[in-house]
């Protein structure tokens, strides 16, 4: 048979309490069945002593109840009531909706997912907590910059761990008047200048004025027209270079622009590409006569 009455939502769910048994004093423990009772607010109380009802006239913490004065000890408790917050039921599976739940209500701690939860991990589609992997990305591997007058700019390269550089030139100013040259590192310590390639170089550079700088087996590679230290002289240049594995033949491509001491605004681009070398190591930026003098650049690593 089908229920009748009031909605189950609608039932009131109402505790009897202890009596309590006063002596003088003003605040009390609150039991149920000889145990101690926590009620959800002293607004949830409903208490009668000697015949009078009481509320809202005392405070309840856990499951002391404080009358804030002394009861008579010849008093009577006729009552305590419990007032819930309805009928308490165990919901059916997949009726809660995500409308019924709170924003932010669902901490981690809840989740079944397996692994470490913490800042340095994420939640994979097979609901697993999983480090990100360190085999993939552009890293920033810092930005120098000069500050006074130097030969040359070595940048070595960790090729075990790259595949390919980028380089981010700002700035960078001559002390004097001069063409500005690049070489790409092959083999051993970058200090050595006999370390950089001779030869074996196809290389190609050209300008937007149409002139072509370039043929194989150059010993460096010209990336600039004149430039100095005047103050709107300066050269700036995006580089990427792919550092080559195995088969792959390395390359370096720039694309740049600069104010020549004419005071042009010149962009250039060009590929300088190794044939007989598996990687390059490193490079190096100098001057054709004097010092570098300002500037800065940034190196990225990507993996």
């Known amino acids: 048979m089908a229920y009748i009455g009031r909605d189950t939502d609608k039932i009131s769910n109402v505790e009897v309490l202890d009596n309590i048994t006063f002596d003088g004093s003003s605040s009390y423990t609150l039991q149920k069945g000889g145990s101690n009772f926590t009620p ?4 949830n109380i409903l208490i009668s002593i000697d015949g009078v009802v009481q509320a809202g006239n005392f405070t309840v913490s856990s499951s002391t109840i404080d009358f804030g004065t002394a009861v008579a000890g010849t008093s009577t408790c006729d009552f305590i009531l419990h007032y819930g917050v309805g009928l308490i039921t165990t919901p059916s599976d997949g009726t809660v909706t995500t409308a019924k739940l709170a924003d932010s209500s669902v901490s981690l701690a809840k989740l079944t997912a397996t692994g470490t939860k913490d800042a340095t991990t994420f939640l994979r589609g097979d609901n697993t907590f999983a480090t990100p992997s360190d085999n993939v990305g552009i890293v920033n591997l810092g930005t120098s910059t000069i500050s ?16 390919r550089m980028l380089i981010y030139w700002e700035g960078i100013q001559l002390v004097s008047d001069a063409n500005m040259y690049m070489r790409a590192k092959i083999s051993g310590s970058i200090d050595t200048g006999s370390n950089y390639t001779s030869g074996h170089v196809k290389k190609y550079y050209a300008g937007f004025d149409s002139n072509v700088y370039g043929g194989p087996n150059q010993a460096y590679w010209y990336v600039t027209d004149n430039i100095g230290a005047d103050t709107n002289e300066s050269w700036n240049s995006q580089m990427t270079i792919d550092l080559g ?32 070398f598996s990687q390059i190591q490193g490079i190096r930026l100098y001057a054709s006569t004097g010092n570098i003098d300002a500037g800065k650049y940034t190196v990225w690593g990507v993996k």
């Open 40 to 43: 959800s607010s002293a607004n």
């Open 148 to 163: 006074t007058g130097v030969s040359q700019i070595d940048i070595d390269f960790d090729y075990s761990t790259y595949k």
């Open 245 to 276: 594995s195995g088969t792959g033949m390395p390359t370096i491509h720039i694309a740049c622009y600069y104010r020549s001491s004419a005071g042009n605004l010149d962009s250039n681009f060009g590929v300088l590409a190794y044939q007989n």
